[in-house]
Every structure is written in structure tokens, then in C-alpha cells.
């Protein structure tokens, strides 16, 4: 197929500004992160049923449960590479279809495993394996999905497009803790730890509908007239660092805080799971706002501000969550607030990521580059801080975490990457072309 001008374009935004293709790049994205919530939410579940058989205490269960969970993401760069190479060569459309599929199959098997009653030794393997299907598939879906979002969006709003990824991650995280919270603690532990897992099939099948009637990519259309590139190591690395506060602030305070709150505070299920939704909430309300805010005065300075305000809040808002003496209100909000932070990194992230790499290598750079800093501060955010809090005492780890995070990203953001300069100061390999297709499109 090659580009003729607007017909492609038309497919997909010219019925509406783009919307089958904000729902087409963002509905994996629901997916992959509401069954990472559902494993965060129920891994004193998962740690009871599949990793502490005999015995042994709760948390050494749930350190176990958290080894799992980030073996998953070491996965994520390797996902990353092989995905985000058929993406860049072979189309958007295709390999998000495949990816998809392969992240809600293996979310629905989580859900049908038999338990270590059942089936022994065997059954933390079984789900250790699943979780390396999902890592594969998490790690090509994020590249891809920004890949589409950010080559459809119309001029000035690369922005707000971006933070439609990382939108639905937070209804995704929503939805995982609504999921679980709707059941209750009794019914989880029962038999009610399944359902969660086994609701990715009529998710999956929506995406599937989604991705499947998805054009290509003007931008992937067009990359036959740009010469072969290469993946820039220095790039790839700025961009790792300048994500690492959103990776491990997010989960910190939005995934690892329930089983936090239960086994270093000794919170009530509900109440864990009703602090959880809090903070996602307030993820969630920063995010469009932060997305627009980055395309009227650039990425990195609502990044920046976002990490820059982590550093400064997040011991103080371990210690109000600590006093017995604080409102209710009074830990809600500063949840919220906490969940606002990593939003203000979120908005803006996804677009930050795809203009540090060109079109023919956009998927694997960008894809990579997250994939890494999710591996290292996100998938080790539980085990890290679990076991931190175990053999210290301390509960104030999970603040040392996300703000030790978040200063790596500051330093990284202060750094203005090559690509950056030459899309403002000078015509580059990308920015022509990006411009004449999307003059032909208007």
C-alpha cells in the first residue's frame, strides 16, 4: 500500500478528530495496565494461593509474588525489540493486533491457573510463565500505541494525544481496583481472584475490533522517503532516565500502596483498596490537563515540575498516611495530590517520547526506552520496597524510592536532547515530512 494523499488519513480522522484511533491506541493500554493493577491489588491473594503453600509468613509470600511480578518486566525491553521492530518495518496495525492478543490470552489463562493445592510446585511456574507472555506482549504494546497516537494527532496536540496512553493506564489501574473492591476480601480469597483475570476475554475482543478496523499511520506511509536510521544509544538512554521518576513514582504510589498499607500499616483490605482508587483518581484527573499543558509550553518543563514536586512531597505524604492522628480527609486528599504528581509526568511522557526518536525507529526507541525504566524502577518497586521495609523497619522507604526516582529524571530533563534542537532550530530528516502530510490532511 502507498500513501495517496488523504485518503488513509480520512479512514481514521477524518469521521471525528481521530477518535478511532485514540480508542485503538489506548484500549490495549487498559487492558495490559488493569490486569497489572488486579495483580498488584490481589498479590497477598496470589502470594497465599501460589507462593506460601506450607506456611511461611505473609510476607515472605508476598516478597515471593513481587519476584514474580518483576521478572515480568525484565521481560518488557525484549518485548520491546522484537515488537517494535516488526512495528517499524511491517505497520502499526499488525503487530498491535498481535500484541494485544497475546496480553489478554495470556491475562485470561491467569485466571483459570490451579493453585499450588492443586497441582504443586508446578503452579507458581504456570504463573510465572504467564507473567513473561505478558511482559513480552506489555513491552511492544506501549511503543506501539504511542506510535499511533502521537503520527495521528493533528498539529499542537501531540500532547493531549500522548496522554491518552497514559489516561486509560490510569482507568486501567481504576478498573483493576473496582474490580477487586466490588467483590470484596471474603469472595477474592474464596474463588473471586479469578473473575478479575478472566474479564480480559470481552476486553481483549474489543480491542481486537478496535485495532482490526485501525488505518496505518500516515507518518509509517510516508517513511520510505527518509533514509535508514539507526537507534541512538545516547537518545535511548535520556530517555530511559528522564521516565524513571514517572515509572517508579506511579507504582509506588499507585500499584505497590495496597499490600504497603496492609503489611507495613496494617490497613483493612477495603480501606487499602479505597486508598488505591484515591490516588488513581487524582492520576487520573491530572493527566488530559498536563498532556494540553505540555503542547502550549513544551514536555519537559511540566515533566520537570512534575519530578521536581515528588521529590519535595512524597515523605511528607508517607508520614501523614503514618499519623494516627490525621483525618480522613486529610489522607485523601494527600493521596490525590500524590497521584497528581505522577499525572503531571504522565501527560506529558508519551509525547516527550516519541518526538526523541524518528519515524522509523519511533516504536523500538520509544518502546525500549520505557520498557527499561519500567524493568528497573517499576517491576522491582514491590520486591524493592517490601523487602526494604522488612529488614529495616523503616516505612518510609517507599517515599526514599520515588523521590531518589525523581531526581534522576529532573537531571535527565535539565538535558536537552539533539533531536529536540533540531525540530525548533533547524529542518531535520522528520520534521519536513511530518509537516507536508499534515498540510495534505487539512
Same mark, same amino acid.
Request: charged share 15%; proline share 6%.
Given at each position: 500500500?502507498?500513501?495517496?494523499?488523504?485518503?488513509?488519513?480520512?479512514?481514521?480522522? !477524518?469521521?471525528?478528530?481521530?477518535?478511532?484511533?485514540?480508542?485503538?491506541?489506548?484500549?490495549?493500554?487498559?487492558?495490559?495496565?488493569?490486569?497489572?493493577?488486579?495483580?498488584?491489588?490481589?498479590?497477598?491473594?496470589?502470594?497465599? $494461593?501460589?507462593?506460601?503453600?506450607?506456611?511461611?509468613?505473609?510476607?515472605?509470600?508476598?516478597?515471593?509474588?513481587?519476584?514474580?511480578?518483576?521478572?515480568?518486566?525484565?521481560?518488557?525491553?525484549?518485548?520491546?525489540?522484537?515488537?517494535?521492530?516488526?512495528?517499524?518495518?511491517?505497520? #502499526?496495525?499488525?503487530?498491535?493486533?498481535?500484541?494485544?492478543?497475546?496480553?489478554?490470552?495470556?491475562?485470561?489463562?491467569?485466571?483459570?491457573?490451579?493453585?499450588?493445592?492443586?497441582? !504443586?510446585?508446578?503452579?507458581?511456574w504456570l504463573l510465572t510463565l504467564l507473567r513473561?507472555?505478558?511482559?513480552?506482549?506489555?513491552?511492544?504494546e506501549f511503543g506501539g500505541a504511542v506510535a499511533?497516537?502521537? @503520527?495521528?494527532?493533528?498539529?499542537?496536540?501531540?500532547?493531549?494525544?500522548?496522554?491518552?496512553?497514559?489516561?486509560?493506564?490510569?482507568?486501567?489501574?481504576?478498573?483493576?481496583?473496582?474490580?477487586?473492591?466490588?467483590?470484596?476480601?471474603?469472595?477474592?480469597?474464596?474463588?473471586?481472584?479469578?473473575?478479575?483475570?478472566?474479564?480480559?476475554?470481552?476486553?481483549?475482543?474489543?480491542?481486537?475490533?478496535? #485495532?482490526?478496523?485501525?488505518?496505518?499511520?500516515? /507518518?509509517?506511509? /510516508?517513511?520510505?522517503?527518509?533514509?535508514?536510521?539507526?537507534? !541512538?544509544?545516547?537518545?535511548?538512554?535520556?530517555?530511559?532516565? #528522564?521516565?524513571?521518576?514517572?515509572?517508579?513514582?506511579?507504582?509506588?504510589?499507585?500499584?505497590?500502596?495496597?499490600?504497603?498499607?496492609?503489611?507495613?500499616?496494617?490497613?483493612?483490605?477495603?480501606?487499602?483498596?479505597?486508598?488505591?482508587?484515591?490516588?488513581?483518581?487524582?492520576?487520573?484527573?491530572?493527566?488530559?490537563?498536563?498532556?494540553?499543558?505540555s503542547d502550549r509550553v513544551g514536555r519537559r518543563?511540566?515533566?520537570?515540575?512534575?519530578?521536581?514536586?515528588?521529590?519535595?512531597?512524597?515523605?511528607?505524604?508517607?508520614?501523614?498516611?503514618?499519623?494516627?492522628?490525621?483525618?480522613?480527609?486529610? &489522607?485523601?486528599?494527600?493521596?490525590?495530590?500524590?497521584?497528581?504528581?505522577?499525572?503531571?509526568?504522565?501527560?506529558?511522557?508519551?509525547?516527550?517520547?516519541?518526538?526523541?526518536?524518528?519515524?522509523?525507529?519511533?516504536?523500538?526507541?520509544?518502546?525500549?526506552?520505557?520498557?527499561?525504566?519500567?524493568?528497573?524502577?517499576?517491576?522491582?518497586?514491590?520486591?524493592?520496597?517490601?523487602?526494604?521495609?522488612? $529488614?529495616?523497619?523503616?516505612?518510609?522507604?517507599?517515599?526514599?524510592?520515588?523521590?531518589?526516582?525523581?531526581?534522576?529524571?529532573?537531571?535527565?530533563?535539565?538535558?536537552?536532547?539533539?533531536?529536540?534542537?533540531?525540530?525548533?532550530?533547524?529542518?531535520? @530528516? /522528520?520534521?519536513?515530512? /511530518?509537516?507536508?502530510?499534515? &498540510? #495534505?490532511?487539512?
Amino acid at each position: 500500500m502507498t500513501w495517496t494523499g488523504r485518503v488513509p488519513y480520512e479512514r481514521t480522522a !477524518g469521521r471525528g478528530p481521530g477518535v478511532r484511533a485514540v480508542a485503538a491506541g489506548s484500549v490495549g493500554n487498559f487492558v495490559e495496565w488493569y490486569e497489572f493493577a488486579v495483580y498488584g491489588f490481589l498479590a497477598t491473594v496470589l502470594a497465599e $494461593r501460589f507462593f506460601t503453600p506450607a506456611g511461611g509468613g505473609p510476607v515472605e509470600g508476598l516478597v515471593r509474588t513481587y519476584a514474580s511480578f518483576a521478572l515480568a518486566f525484565f521481560f518488557r525491553p525484549l518485548g520491546a525489540v522484537l515488537f517494535g521492530r516488526l512495528g517499524d518495518r511491517y505497520g #502499526r496495525r499488525p503487530v498491535l493486533i498481535g500484541v494485544v492478543a497475546l496480553m489478554s490470552g495470556a491475562t485470561a489463562l491467569i485466571g483459570a491457573l490451579p493453585t499450588y493445592g492443586a497441582v !504443586g510446585a508446578l503452579a507458581p511456574w504456570l504463573l510465572t510463565l504467564l507473567r513473561i507472555v505478558q511482559g513480552l506482549a506489555a513491552g511492544g504494546e506501549f511503543g506501539g500505541a504511542v506510535a499511533v497516537l502521537t @503520527e495521528f494527532a493533528p498539529p499542537g496536540r501531540r500532547g493531549l494525544y500522548g496522554a491518552w496512553q497514559s489516561f486509560t493506564v490510569a482507568l486501567g489501574l481504576l478498573g483493576g481496583a473496582g474490580v477487586t473492591a466490588v467483590l470484596g476480601a471474603e469472595r477474592l480469597a474464596a474463588w473471586g481472584w479469578r473473575l478479575p483475570f478472566l474479564l480480559a476475554v470481552p476486553l481483549g475482543l474489543l480491542a481486537l475490533w478496535l #485495532r482490526t478496523g485501525l488505518a496505518e499511520t500516515p /507518518e509509517f506511509l /510516508e517513511r520510505s522517503k527518509s533514509p535508514e536510521m539507526s537507534l !541512538g544509544w545516547g537518545a535511548l538512554v535520556l530517555a530511559a532516565a #528522564r521516565v524513571t521518576g514517572w515509572a517508579a513514582a506511579g507504582y509506588t504510589f499507585l500499584v505497590v500502596l495496597p499490600s504497603y498499607l496492609q503489611t507495613a500499616l496494617h490497613t483493612g483490605f477495603a480501606q487499602a483498596l479505597l486508598a488505591a482508587a484515591v490516588a488513581n483518581a487524582g492520576f487520573a484527573a491530572a493527566i488530559l490537563p498536563a498532556g494540553v499543558l505540555s503542547d502550549r509550553v513544551g514536555r519537559r518543563p511540566v515533566l520537570l515540575a512534575g519530578a521536581v514536586l515528588v521529590v519535595a512531597a512524597a515523605l511528607p505524604v508517607l508520614d501523614l498516611l503514618q499519623d494516627p492522628g490525621a483525618s480522613a480527609l486529610a &489522607k485523601a486528599l494527600a493521596l490525590a495530590g500524590a497521584g497528581a504528581l505522577v499525572g503531571l509526568m504522565a501527560g506529558p511522557g508519551p509525547a516527550l517520547l516519541a518526538e526523541m526518536f524518528p519515524s522509523r525507529v519511533r516504536w523500538t526507541g520509544l518502546g525500549l526506552a520505557y520498557a527499561l525504566s519500567n524493568a528497573v524502577f517499576s517491576g522491582c518497586a514491590g520486591l524493592i520496597i517490601t523487602e526494604a521495609v522488612r $529488614r529495616t523497619g523503616n516505612p518510609d522507604i517507599p517515599g526514599y524510592y520515588a523521590a531518589a526516582a525523581c531526581a534522576v529524571s529532573a537531571a535527565a530533563l535539565l538535558k536537552r536532547a539533539p533531536q529536540e534542537r533540531s525540530w525548533r532550530s533547524r529542518p531535520s @530528516e /522528520e520534521a519536513p515530512q /511530518e509537516t507536508s502530510w499534515r &498540510k #495534505r490532511c487539512e
